[in-house]
């Protein structure tokens, strides 16, 4: 299989856990929300370094704990705008709409769309000089082969999508690979995420494929084979993948790790998550800042503070998803730093593939046959 590897040999020496961690990962697909941004402002709250600005922040949903942007008003007085996408599509294709209107400061697109955004010159580099924290990072998460030296982007948290059960409903012991989601029995049961590469890439490693595949005729047996799946599939949610779960309105099927996670916290103690036989896909998100955006230094500053250890730990725990930040997890209990459904095993890891950009000529494919499947349901 491919993975995102690091140019720097090095780097594999800093593995945590006894475990080599992977390189560069991705996310992706379908939908979007959003809000209107405003910049008028008003005097600074009481505790406050007195500012008129604003940081416009474009980020997925549930993913940044209001603790983080609470604190970082407070110390800055630096007002935070947060709107929301729920796929990397939606917001690379609002990004390009409004490249030059300025609207967005700071996005945390995956690592194969800041590889994809930086072609096209959507993004301006970074200024590492103001990112005193930069060093906290686990080296094996920097220097990517998708973005060299990291100068467009900078990891934010990383993790992994495969198979969610809700054991009072399904013995989970009988759900062990992306297959088990095409029986029978499972007709009008099953969530897959409202995120195309990510069910084409399930499909695809079914079918003993890469989920990186750029062939065709490979593309086209996967749309196949999940409108046989089609039956069984209630909803498609990338929003809150826990959510179909909670409200019983789906059994099995896929979701995001830290989505299980916070599903547990919340009172389904009974859905479990597992990485499938044919392999899990795993990502990892970014903070970028747009070409044309106005708050460049603000974006700097949120950056850095989000790298702060303490930081990094509380984003990581509240959201349920793994840090790239060394000194963040080495500040985590035990039980935390060594959760399998958070960080994976070495051997979960080396069954896994990464999800790389692929072509615009190859989406065009994918997103050719996802449409196709989404309206022939």
């Known amino acids: 299989m491919t993975h995102l590897l690091s140019s720097n ?47 416009n922040l474009y980020n997925w949903s549930e993913y940044m704990p209001q603790e983080i942007l609470d604190g970082f008003t407070e110390e800055t ?33 995956s690592t194969y769309y800041v590889e994809k955004m930086a072609k096209e010159g959507l993004l301006q580099e970074l ?25 467009y982007s900078i990891p934010y948290m990383w993790g992994s999508t495969g198979l969610a059960i809700n054991g009072e409903v399904v013995d989970p012991a009988t759900v062990n690979s992306w297959n088990d989601l095409w029986r029978p029995e499972y007709k009008g049961q099953v969530m897959l995420m409202n995120d195309m590469r990510e069910v084409f890439g399930m ?31 209630k909803t498609f949610n990338s929003d809150a993948s ?13 979701s995001w790790n830290g989505e299980a996670i916070i599903a547990n916290n919340e009172g389904l103690t009974s859905l ?8 899990a896909i795993l990502w990892m998100d970014n903070f970028v800042i747009p070409k044309n955006a106005k708050q460049v230094d603000a974006a700097h500053k949120f950056i850095d503070y989000l790298l702060r250890p303490e930081n990094s ?21 035990e039980e935390v730093r060594n959760n399998p459904t958070i960080y994976p095993s070495k051997e979960v890891l080396a069954k896994a593939e990464f999800q790389e950009d692929v072509g615009d000529e ?5 997103q050719q046959y996802w449409d196709k499947l989404k309206t022939g349901r």
């Open 272 to 279: 479990v998550y597992k990485y499938p036989t044919e392999g």
């Open 313 to 333: 730990k509380i984003v990581s725990e509240e959201i349920g998803y793994a840090s790239p930040n060394i000194a963040a997890r080495e500040m985590m209990p």
């Open 362 to 366: 190859a989406l065009q494919v994918y």
């Open 242 to 254: 826990r959510m179909p779960y909670m409200e019983g309105e789906t059994t099995v099927g896929m």
């Open 77 to 109: 007085g630096i007002r935070v705008n947060y709107t929301t996408f729920d796929s990397n599509e939606a917001m690379y294709a609002k990004l390009k709409l409004l490249d030059d209107s300025s609207q967005y400061d700071l996005a945390i697109p």
């Open 9 to 55: 040999p090095a780097a594999h020496s800093v593995a945590r856990s006894a475990r080599i961690l992977p390189k560069a990962l991705l996310a992706v697909t379908v939908g979007l929300a959003l809000a209107s941004c405003s910049n008028s402002d008003n005097a600074a709250t009481d505790g406050t370094t007195a500012s008129t600005e604003t940081l």
């Open 127 to 151: 200024d590492k000089s103001k990112l005193s924290n930069f060093k906290n990072l686990d080296t094996s998460f920097t220097n990517t082969k998708v973005d060299p030296e990291n100068k």
């Open 203 to 233: 499909a695809l490693l079914t079918l003993g494929y890469s989920g990186n595949s750029k062939n065709p005729d490979e593309i086209k047996a996967a749309y196949e084979k999940l409108t046989t799946l089609m039956p069984n599939v």
